[in-house]
């Protein structure tokens, strides 16, 4: 029988559920039906900042198409909100007042930004009306915004010190705007980095044309720009910050009303458990921002430091692979067989690259110990369990920090700027949870001239100087002193330089230098 | 017949040109006495010989290829395993008599897919050809499959689905010599073709040169001092680095708007699934640095508006269990980019073996007939069948690949006899142990080589056969080039050519159609069969080809061949090249937590394939007389492995045990194992029979296993030296 599943919510991770579904609408497994608030199909809001500075195009951050998926036989309904939902009948109310039946529903409904409480800024969250020259840089006409912004070389605030607020900062400041980033705090990303790379980071992004007010609480925006549109950054010391356009970027919180005003458990998120079905209604799953993973069961170990929703994409998209498949074994062979299925795993805490040109940041877990700090260094090695270590290498002047807190020799947090290579494999390294070379210091090399191709002309006698032919240095010197005073006579005689010839120049080298000596 | 001819090397599909005249000294002579170790036999001598591709250079493995034409360790008359399991001489009609009884008992008992075919892409375009037809009219079989399934299967597939025809490098390779930006994908030409690297000096001198590969091999040190860019992503993860560049490409406005309009179709879905794959993402996958995946979309747009850019895939990228789909999107890359089929830019896939461009068009693939047909479409059967002078339903259907097929041995409804053709899958296949076991099973195995290589040894029968110096036919190289192979010596007496043997058989088992033993003949009817197929041969003869001319397929008579395919249109209906969106499956990203290294398998360049040739020839083996486990200096350390050590590494499928050389050049999780070595170096022990879901492509590059420091502190044996095998001084001891 065909279940019909109906998916609340077209961002990112609705798409990444539908087109998993696919094959399941296609083989009339399915009947499908998502829902968008807004009048596009699902892009990658991820990559809204590039747009906004110019460096990316709509089309191109675009993960749906609706009309093919009509034509998959989906059904799509953009510009339309759920009002209610009505669990008893089963059916959705949409805000054209039309009502819609499920079989099972996805909650997919993202987040939204958080508005900071500022005199001058409606604080109803629900209704946001910013003024004029304020976004909080969420959708496309956000980032529409803050391109004209750009393209005029215009005073960009960024109000906020996380991983968006410094790279809308950086890279409209790349692209001709004058940024300022504002944030609480000594250096920005909070607590997610320690000290060293905060100091480090402001350095670059300083460096990178940005200005950082850091240590700054806000009050206020003053709106005495042209038409009563933004023109300051109000500060509780009395201070303001001059300004063209003002970026909220004050973290998001999970759309969650619409569960809840149905009686659905909630928290930050909506609650799931490891199969991301919301509490004691086997109709209803939620997936991405507005999920929070944290079962029912007091004894889990997993949930008992369970955080919020992570509010990154990666997860979200691993969500909706793993309940497209949930849901279609639920529809062919029914609730046992879906219910056999291996639960999601458990999230990794999440890795943040910072996506920017100028500055090469990677950041995941916990960096707040350091070196010879015990009490942090011993927390959580109890029973057995090894205590943390830390291996660390600043370079301010460079523009270079790294550390790795390891337990065990495997990674539990890391940070690094100013060092890609290294950051790179740091990541790969923390992702797969392996182990760390016990000698960190390789980890620090990788970026260092020295890696690439170090004593290539040695003067090993032994050294092959043709490797097609396999021609040793000491092979052609003999030849030389047998009388072979051309490459030609050489290959002639030692088969040397007579593959792809590339070592013509060293042959010819052992030959100049034979008859130097000779000379001498 | 005078000794002595131009001809082409007997290894890899550059397929240099050669010239081969009779040595001096031992022209005719006999074998050497074994009182004279130090002097070799060698009948020929091999000189390079000017041609486009190899402009007259050669690697050592050509350099030393005669050295194998009077080998002591030759095998030269039928050898049949007796019940002691030591194989002795018989005759030829002994043995084609042992071979009938054989396939008539198993089908009779079991039904004709009892007897299966395993064919190589060494073999000559007329042997791959007539051993199709053999498989199928005088076995009557569906079960035929070759080793390019482990060679060239996923670039073929992608190939086809994205451009409607799978030709190697659409274009001479000579095209390359004045790009300006060259992508390697996983290949290491400067070990596995070195004559090839001239080709790639002006990319290098440009500073152009960008490679892909988990490993710092040879042909990526070109990238240093200033001749390009090196990726080293993480075993498994290419697909998501094509997609990360690919993705730079879209968002940063490279793409070639024009013609993706005017030549592609699917662009916005590609498009679409790119979208998810941002630099920094596709960092944290790959552990390439976000900065270098932008660099090579950067530069790949710019060498396609200057000198122009390609972008070529090898085995690297291709042999994984999303082989297909990972050559998919590096097609993708290069139609974003305005590449195929474009004056001074384009893609290609670099072939392997020596004739693994034309052993994979004419009906040695399970789903195949002559001309690059599918066995499943009526029109080709149809065509075949006539060539043939045949009803049509006397052709099989599809088969197995070979995989499947090598999994099927000794099972029940699995294939029960055996003929090998020109491939060691002891050596060379995926999870060796399985395939030995596979073959052990058998009821009759029958192995068609000039050495008892591993496979031999475990043949029922070995039939001996000619090497390339003692043999007339063509070839078709890695550009789509068809050239002549040609007779430079008489062969050993008790030796005879694998046409001859199906032939014979043929008649013995009363098939219909014809079989000739002439390679000529053959190939004139190979024409007729391919006509009107994509690889079209028709138009191509012995007497153009002798006289030099360039033929590329495809050849339809009357034209004049094509050197460049894709300048008019893509081989699809309406001409139009088709972008697939791929992505990266759940199965090819694979967890290396604890201490787990990833295994690649890969080459050196002084061994060819399973070594069965290279590792009898003195001078080759005395280089490279034993595989070696590269390891990263910190990775070993953590495991107590100095260099020189002989090391273990396992996993559930069998142990290789091989001393460890520590290397910089290798990710810290990653290990490199050459996979030219039998017995407790082979690698092959260690990889997985888990397949491509479409090209049939095993799982090569990114095996799980566990490396230790070997517990015996005596040093194992290394395999034993191959009979016949005259070893310099040094390595008798060593050994």
């Known amino acids: ?520 | 017949m005078p000794n002595g001819a131009d001809t082409h090397c007997p290894y890899c599909a550059l397929q240099c040109a050669m010239t081969l005249t009779p040595a001096a000294s031992a022209a005719g002579a006999a074998p050497a006495p074994e009182a004279e170790p130090a002097k070799v036999d060698v009948p020929l001598e091999v000189s390079g010989r000017d041609f486009p591709t190899n402009r007259g250079g050669l690697c050592r493995k050509g350099w030393t290829s005669a050295s194998l034409l009077r080998h002591n360790g030759r095998v030269t008359e039928p050898m049949l395993k007796g019940s002691d399991g030591v194989h002795q001489p018989i005759s030829w009609d002994q043995a084609l008599m042992l071979i009938t009884t054989a396939v008539k008992d198993i089908q009779q008992q079991y039904g004709n897919d009892a007897v299966g075919v395993f064919g190589g892409g060494g073999l000559t375009n007329e042997k791959a050809y007539l051993l199709g037809k053999f498989a199928r009219l005088a076995l009557r079989t569906s079960r035929i499959d070759y080793n390019g399934r482990f060679c060239m299967s996923s670039a073929a597939a992608a190939g086809n689905r994205a451009f409607g025809v799978d030709r190697g490098l659409p274009f001479p390779v000579t095209d390359l010599d004045t790009a300006s930006v060259i992508l390697m994908l996983g290949s290491n030409v400067a070990e596995t073709m070195p004559p090839f690297v001239q080709h790639l000096q002006g990319a290098r001198d440009a500073g152009g040169l960008i490679v892909v590969d988990p490993r710092r091999s040879a042909t990526a040190a070109f990238t240093g001092d200033g001749g390009g860019l090196h990726l080293q992503p993480t075993p498994g993860t290419d697909l998501a680095l094509l997609l990360g560049i690919s993705h730079v490409v879209v968002h940063e406005g490279l793409v070639d708007a024009d013609y993706i309009e005017a030549n592609t179709s699917g662009y916005a879905a590609v498009v679409r699934s790119l979208s998810a794959f941002w630099p920094e993402r596709v960092q944290s996958i790959t552990g390439v640095p976000a900065t270098l995946i932008r660099e090579t979309a950067r530069r790949l747009a710019q060498g396609a508006r200057d000198g122009g850019s390609y972008i070529l895939s090898g085995r690297g990228v291709e042999q994984h269990v999303d082989g297909t789909d990972t050559a998919t999107a590096a097609i993708n890359l290069s139609l974003l980019l305005g590449l195929p089929g474009s004056a001074r830019s384009g893609y290609g896939t670099l072939t392997g073996q020596g004739n693994g461009q034309g052993g994979r068009e004419h009906g040695q693939k399970a789903d195949q007939l002559p001309g690059y047909r599918k066995i499943t479409d009526p029109a080709a059967r149809a065509h075949v069948a006539g060539v043939w002078g045949i009803d049509e339903s006397l052709i099989p259907g599809p088969g197995l690949p070979a995989v499947e097929l090598l999994k099927s041995l000794g099972k029940p409804d699995g294939v029960r006899c055996l003929f090998v053709h020109g491939a060691n899958v002891v050596v060379s296949a995926p999870d060796t142990n399985a395939v030995i076991q596979g073959l052990r099973s058998l009821d009759f195995l029958v192995v068609c080589d000039f050495f008892m290589s591993e496979t031999a040894t475990e043949a029922d029968l070995v039939l001996p056969v000619t090497q390339w110096a003692e043999e007339e036919g063509t070839l078709t190289n890695l550009e789509g080039r068809v050239i002549r192979r040609r007779r430079a010596l008489t062969p050993p007496p008790g030796v005879r050519s694998e046409l001859w043997l199906m032939a014979r058989l043929a008649e013995l088992l009363d098939a219909p159609s014809t079989f000739s033993d002439d390679p000529e003949t053959v190939f004139e009817e190979l024409r007729l069969a391919s006509a009107g197929g994509l690889a079209d041969y028709s138009g191509i003869d012995y007497a153009m080809l002798d006289r030099g001319e360039a033929a590329y397929w495809p050849y339809p008579v009357g034209s004049t061949g094509t050197p460049r395919l894709f300048t008019e249109g893509f081989a699809h209906a309406d001409g139009r090249a088709v972008m697939v969106p791929v992505t990266p499956s759940k199965r090819a990203v694979r967890s290396f937590a604890d201490d787990s290294l990833a295994l690649a398998t890969g080459r050196l360049l002084e061994h060819y394939q399973s070594g069965a040739q290279t590792r009898r020839v003195s001078e080759l083996l005395a280089s490279q007389p034993q595989a070696r486990l590269l390891i990263h200096p910190g990775t070993a350390a953590s495991r107590g492995i100095a260099d020189g050590d002989y090391a273990t590494v396992t996993n559930e499928r069998g142990e290789v045990l091989c001393r460890a050389e520590l290397s910089n050049s290798v990710r810290p999780d990653t290990v490199f194992l050459p996979f030219h070595f039998p017995g407790q170096e082979n690698a092959n022990r260690l990889t997985e029979a888990a397949t491509d879901p479409i090209s049939g492509m095993p799982e090569f590059k990114t095996s799980r296993v566990w490396a230790r420091k070997a517990v015996s502190t005596q040093e194992p044996a290394s395999y034993t030296v191959p009979a016949g095998t005259r070893l310099p001084l040094h390595v008798k001891e060593a050994s």
């Open chain 1, 1 to 520: 029988m065909s279940e019909r599943i109906v998916v609340v919510g077209f961002g990112p991770v609705a798409a990444r559920l539908v087109e998993e579904l696919l094959p399941a609408v296609r083989t009339g497994l399915v009947q499908l039906l998502v829902v968008g608030q807004e009048a596009e199909a699902a892009y990658n809001r991820v990559m809204v900042a590039e747009l906004g500075v110019g460096r990316t195009t709509a089309e191109a951050l675009a993960m749906a198409d609706a009309s093919e998926l009509e034509a998959e036989g989906v059904e799509v309904r953009l510009g339309v909100k759920v009002k209610r939902i009505d669990r008893a009948r089963q059916n959705i109310v949409l805000s054209d007042d039309s009502t819609e039946h499920y079989d099972r529903l996805v909650f997919a409904t993202g987040s939204r930004p958080v508005i900071p409480n500022l005199t001058g800024l409606n604080p109803d969250p629900s209704r946001p009306v910013l003024p004029a020259g304020v976004t909080a840089l969420r959708d496309l006409r956000d980032a529409a915004v803050l391109r004209s912004a750009v393209a005029e070389g215009k005073r960009v605030v960024v109000l906020g010190g996380g991983v968006l607020g410094l790279e809308t900062a950086l890279a409209a400041s790349e692209e001709g705007a004058q940024a300022t980033v504002v944030h609480n705090g000594p250096f920005p990303l909070g607590r997610s980095i320690d000290r060293g790379s905060g100091s480090v980071l402001i350095n670059s992004l300083r460096a990178g044309g940005v200005r950082m007010a850091g240590n700054a609480r806000s009050t206020g925006v003053e709106t005495s720009g042209p038409g009563g549109s933004f023109s300051a950054l109000l500060l509780d010391d009395g201070s303001a910050i001059d300004g063209d356009l003002l970026v909220l970027s004050c973290g998001v919180r999970p759309r969650i009303e619409l569960a809840e005003g149905c009686g659905l458990p909630v928290a930050t998120g909506i609650l799931v458990d490891h199969h991301l079905r919301t509490y004691h209604e086997p109709h209803m799953f939620a997936i991405g921002d507005c999920a929070e993973v944290r079962c029912p069961d007091a004894a889990c170990v997993d949930c008992r430091t369970a955080a919020g929703p992570p509010g990154l994409v990666g997860p979200g998209w691993r969500q909706a692979e793993w309940l497209a498949e949930y849901l279609a074994v639920l529809a062919r062979d029914g609730q046992a067989a879906a219910d056999a299925l291996e639960a999601l795993p458990k999230e990794k805490p999440g890795v943040v690259v910072l996506k920017a040109r100028g500055i090469n940041l990677a950041v995941a877990g916990d960096n707040q110990a350091d070196p010879w700090d015990e009490e942090l260094l011993e927390a959580g090695a109890a029973s057995g369990r090894a205590r943390r270590q830390i291996s660390q290498w600043a370079d301010p002047e460079h523009g270079r920090y790294v550390k790795m807190t390891t337990r065990g020799g495997v990674l539990e947090g890391l940070v690094a700027v100013g060092m890609p290579r290294t950051a790179a494999e740091l990541v790969v390294l923390f992702e797969r949870s392996s182990e760390l070379p016990a000698d960190r210091s390789l980890l620090l090399r990788l970026d260092g001239p020295d890696q690439l191709d170090a004593g290539a002309t040695s003067n090993d006698p032994q050294r092959t100087v043709c490797r097609c032919a396999g021609v040793s240095a000491a092979s052609i010197e003999d030849s030389v002193a047998d009388g072979c005073s051309t490459v030609g006579e050489v290959s002639k005689a030692t088969r040397a330089g007579t593959g792809c010839g590339g070592c013509h120049e060293d042959i010819k080298g052992i030959i100049e230098k034979h008859f130097q000596a000779a000379a001498a």
